[in-house]
């Protein structure tokens, strides 16, 4: 039975067949999964799946290209929303630089606001940080991100980085951009550090492992990446699983 620390079942991709494949996940080898809070809307979509399948967790937080939409109410909302029994996190939160948009004074504001929130609540945190490795470690070190924890998720930067979370205690999200090919850097920062620290994670429906890639993901595609993780590290695909799926519950300070 594998953990998924990081889906989107609530994207538009599954409208089509997301109760049938929801349901079958747990007959297919999914025990957990964490969906992730992406704007207000969607975590209240977030919430709503948490109340209806009993294997699935929730993160609650806007993601930084959606900051624009955030006001004090809508931070009142979140602080409430964080104390529902399923929710296990405050994310995803951080800075995405890729696009112009929103303003990087803006994103960095709600980053540093939903910080603060996380510590109110005592509840980890779920970071997404993009072409935005030094503004995020600054906020994080000058925000003392160790004493909250959380996961860098989708993690893509280089082993300079990567040590710098590890120290201070944070876990790195793996997902399928680990099979591909030409993932050299992320290939070089699993192999270097300690598979106690790893998640495996989807972020379905994107980021399909191969030989899927390009194609929609899900829970199901997991097993291609602890087989990548097991190579790289020279263990087998069983205790990769075994390892991550412990320290999933570690993050998210769930139960055995
Ligand atoms: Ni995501």
């Known amino acids: 039975m594998i953990i998924d620390t990081h889906t989107h ?6 409208d089509e067949d997301r109760d049938a ?8 080898g999914i025990e957990m999964a964490v969906n992730i809070g992406a704007n207000i809307e969607r975590t209240k979509k977030t919430l709503d799946l948490t109340e209806s399948y009993p294997f699935l967790y929730g993160a609650v937080g806007v993601h930084p290209s959606e900051t624009e939409e955030l006001n004090e109410s809508l931070m009142d909302w979140l602080e409430e929303a964080a104390k529902k029994p399923k929710v296990v996190a405050i994310g995803e939160i951080g800075l995405d630089y890729h696009w112009e948009e929103p303003e990087r004074e803006v994103q960095k504001y709600w980053f540093i606001r939903q910080l603060s929130l996380a510590r109110k609540a005592g509840l980890p945190v779920v970071i997404h940080s993009r072409d935005a490795a030094k503004d995020t470690l600054d906020i994080m070190k000058e925000h003392k991100s160790w004493e909250i924890g959380g996961v860098i998720h989708c993690f893509s930067y280089g082993l300079e980085l990567a040590k710098e979370y590890l120290d201070m205690g944070f876990y790195l999200g793996i997902g399928g951009v680990v099979t591909f090919a030409n993932a050299k850097k992320l290939k070089e920062v699993v192999s270097y550090m300690p598979l106690d620290r790893i998640v495996l994670e989807t972020d379905c429906p994107y980021l399909s492992p191969v030989p899927f890639r390009g194609k929609r993901n899900s829970s199901l595609n997991l097993p291609y990446v602890a087989e990548a993780i097991s190579q790289l590290k020279g263990i087998t695909k069983e205790k990769v699983i075994e390892i991550t799926n412990e320290n999933a519950r570690k993050l998210y300070r769930l139960g055995q």
């Open 9 to 14: 079942y609530d994207d538009e991709a599954f």
């Open 21 to 28: 494949l929801l349901s079958s996940l747990k007959e297919q």
